[in-house]
């Protein structure tokens, strides 16, 4: 792993965008910011989403007054509904027998903060799921294999998820897992991370 110039700051608890960031092949931290990732009256999925992923990167900038920080946040979208993690065995039922035979749009915001100048770059990544026609035994079968409970949409496409697709639509495949690299490659770009390739 290259150590850029200055501390590199993932602000989540995840094991699975630790492992996305992780193929940049530069060096990080991590830590779980504590924020209040309620939705607000009003808000739109997308702001929601903008919303919380500089929230979260704005928590950690006390600590870490020198970093460039990556603050993250997604949620899946039915019908401009959001489904958010579902927390239990029968909030994932529901959640996918809702999105059988659906499209279901995945929006990833994403935030890089340089902390010691207060610049924040933000963008939002659509990614659209096409979900195959799920009996409810491949349901049960799925949540007990998977328990997706902290999973936006109930599904975890790094894992078995996969299996419940038909097609996928999106420019970065990295933003189903919650962190978009593309978007996120530019953002180092622009503050001067020199990136491996």
């Not at 309620?38 to 808000?43: D, F, I, N, V, Y």
């Amino acid at each position: 792993m290259k150590a850029p110039s200055r501390p590199l700051i993932l602000a989540s608890s995840s094991p699975f965008r630790r492992e996305v960031l992780g193929k940049l092949g530069l060096a990080f931290g991590h830590h779980s910011p504590d924020i209040d990732e309620s939705a607000r009256a009003g808000e739109s999925p997308t702001e929601l989403v903008l919303r919380l992923a500089r929230a979260k990167a704005d928590a950690l900038a006390a600590a870490h007054p020198d970093a460039l920080i990556i603050g993250s946040d997604q949620v899946a979208v039915i019908d401009g509904e959001v489904l958010g993690k579902p927390g239990d065995h029968a909030n994932a039922r529901a959640q996918l027998r809702r999105a059988s035979g659906r499209r279901v749009t995945f929006l990833t915001g994403l935030c890089l903060l340089d902390a010691a100048s207060g610049r924040h770059q933000s963008g939002c990544e659509r990614f659209q799921v096409h979900f195959r026609t799920l009996r409810d035994d491949q349901i049960e079968r799925y949540i007990e294999q998977e328990q997706p409970f902290n999973c936006a949409g109930s599904f975890k496409s790094e894992g078995l998820g996969i299996v419940l697709f038909k097609a996928l639509e999106g420019r970065d495949p990295n933003a189903l897992i919650g962190l978009p690299l593309i978007m996120l490659t530019d953002f180092l770009a622009a503050e001067g991370v020199a990136l491996p390739a």
